[in-house]
C-alpha cells in the first residue's frame, strides 16, 4: 500500500480504515473505508470533513445501507434473496426491536473482529496478521494514487493525511462519490475546504 511514501498520520488513517473494513465483514478495502477513517481522524483535514457533516457516524450509515455491514457485511444478498431473506427487513426488525445501528455495533463488539495491533502498514493490503488479506477495491487504489500525486504536486515526497483526503475527493469509482452525494455534499466543496484550511495554517 505504498508504505514507504505515507507520512506516519497517514499510515494511522490507512490501518484504521482497514479495521473498518475488517469490523464491517467486507471482503475489500475500498475507498468509503478510507472515507470513514478520514472522518474519524484528528488531524485537520477530518475535522474540515466532520465539519461539513461528512462525520463518522453519517457515512458509517451510507456504507452500511449502500454494502451491508456488520454482521450482515459479508453476506451475499442475492444469495439470501434467493432462499427468501430480505437482508434490509431483517435489519430494520433488529433496530426495531434493539435500537438503530445495533448491528453495527455487534460488529465492534465481536470477539472475531482481528486484533490488529502491531500491524505493519506494509501488510494493509496484503497477508495481515493470521493471515486475513483485503485485496484493494473500486476507490481504495485510485485515492491512493491521487494521493501521492498531490504530495508530489507540493514537491514531498511522502503524502499526509491532507494529501490523503484530497486524492479520495477526486475518486469517481465506488462508493465514495454516492456517499457524498446522500450526505448532500460536494467533492470539490470540501477539497477546496481542505485547501482553504491548510493555506490558512500555513
Same mark, same amino acid.
Request: glycine letters at 14%; a neutral charge; charged letters at 15%.
Given at each position: 500500500?505504498?508504505?514507504?511514501?505515507?507520512?506516519?498520520?497517514?499510515?494511522?488513517?490507512?490501518?484504521?480504515?482497514?479495521?473498518?473494513?475488517?469490523?464491517?465483514?467486507?471482503?475489500?478495502?475500498?475507498?468509503?473505508?478510507?472515507?470513514?477513517?478520514?472522518?474519524?481522524?484528528?488531524?485537520?483535514?477530518?475535522?474540515?470533513?466532520?465539519?461539513?457533516?461528512?462525520?463518522?457516524?453519517?457515512?458509517?450509515?451510507?456504507?452500511?445501507?449502500?454494502?451491508?455491514? +456488520?454482521?450482515?457485511? !459479508? %453476506?451475499?444478498?442475492?444469495? *439470501?434473496? /434467493?432462499? $427468501?431473506?430480505?437482508?434490509? =427487513?431483517? @435489519? &430494520?426488525?433488529?433496530?426495531?426491536?434493539?435500537?438503530?445501528?445495533?448491528?453495527?455495533?455487534?460488529?465492534?463488539?465481536?470477539?472475531?473482529?482481528?486484533?490488529?495491533?502491531?500491524?505493519?502498514?506494509?501488510?494493509?493490503?496484503?497477508?495481515?496478521?493470521?493471515?486475513?488479506?483485503?485485496?484493494?477495491?473500486?476507490?481504495?487504489?485510485?485515492?491512493?494514487?491521487?494521493?501521492?500525486?498531490?504530495?508530489?504536486?507540493?514537491?514531498?515526497?511522502?503524502?499526509?493525511?491532507?494529501?490523503?483526503?484530497?486524492?479520495?475527493? +477526486?475518486?469517481?469509482? !465506488? %462508493?465514495?462519490?454516492?456517499? *457524498?452525494? /446522500?450526505? $448532500?455534499?460536494?467533492?470539490? =466543496?470540501? @477539497? &477546496?475546504?481542505?485547501?482553504?484550511?491548510?493555506?490558512?495554517?500555513?
Amino acid at each position: 500500500m505504498m508504505a514507504g511514501h505515507m507520512t506516519p498520520d497517514a499510515r494511522a488513517v490507512a490501518i484504521c480504515a482497514y479495521e473498518h473494513a475488517i469490523r464491517l465483514g467486507h471482503r475489500y478495502l475500498g475507498g468509503e473505508h478510507f472515507l470513514l477513517a478520514l472522518a474519524s481522524a484528528d488531524q485537520p483535514a477530518g475535522a474540515v470533513l466532520r465539519d461539513h457533516g461528512v462525520t463518522p457516524e453519517r457515512v458509517g450509515d451510507e456504507i452500511v445501507r449502500l454494502a451491508g455491514g +456488520a454482521l450482515f457485511g !459479508g %453476506l451475499d444478498r442475492d444469495a *439470501l434473496a /434467493a432462499i $427468501g431473506i430480505d437482508v434490509g =427487513a431483517v @435489519r &430494520a426488525r433488529i433496530e426495531a426491536s434493539f435500537a438503530p445501528g445495533a448491528l453495527i455495533q455487534a460488529g465492534q463488539a465481536s470477539p472475531l473482529r482481528p486484533r490488529l495491533v502491531g500491524l505493519t502498514p506494509r501488510r494493509i493490503s496484503g497477508a495481515g496478521r493470521d493471515g486475513a488479506f483485503l485485496p484493494h477495491g473500486p476507490g481504495a487504489g485510485q485515492s491512493l494514487g491521487n494521493a501521492l500525486g498531490e504530495a508530489q504536486a507540493r514537491h514531498v515526497t511522502q503524502f499526509s493525511t491532507e494529501h490523503l483526503a484530497l486524492g479520495l475527493l +477526486a475518486v469517481d469509482e !465506488g %462508493l465514495v462519490p454516492p456517499i *457524498l452525494s /446522500a450526505l $448532500g455534499v460536494s467533492a470539490p =466543496a470540501l @477539497r &477546496a475546504a481542505i485547501l482553504d484550511h491548510y493555506r490558512q495554517a500555513g
